[in-house]
């Protein structure tokens, strides 16, 4: 799975707020056990080692994702909980693309 979405680092480790907190526009790639985050789906597609700000992967064992009906600010919101501690939400475009989203992530 991959496509838009929009990203707010929540916290960096558990107790410790990330300190980069606007939400950002990206593209983001699934594959199995990891997340990767592009500018946008042509540096995806063309230039799949030029990651957004030189990030690396998201390692996806031990997270877990689910809808956050919590955060009301945006609709389509799903949270991102990193073994390490970290959160991220995200914004899909529809209900039925964060459905997607948390469902295959869950499953990487
Ligand atoms: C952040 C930005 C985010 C906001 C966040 C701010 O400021 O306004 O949109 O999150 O609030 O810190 P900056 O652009 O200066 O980094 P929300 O959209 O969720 O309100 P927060 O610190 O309460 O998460």
Known sequence: L????A???EWDQAGKKA?????QQIY???EAGHLRFYKDQRYAKERPQDTYHHEAPLDLNGASSAP????????HVFRLKMASGAEYLFQAR???????????????
């Open 7 to 9: 990203r707010k680092h």
């Open 28 to 30: 983001v790639v699934l």
């Open 2 to 5: 991959e496509g838009p979405l």
């Open 19 to 23: 300190q980069h907190r606007s939400w």
């Open 94 to 108: 529809s209900e039925a693309e964060m459905t997607d989203w948390v469902t295959r992530v869950n499953a990487a």
């Open 68 to 75: 956050a009906p919590d955060y009301n600010k945006r609709p």
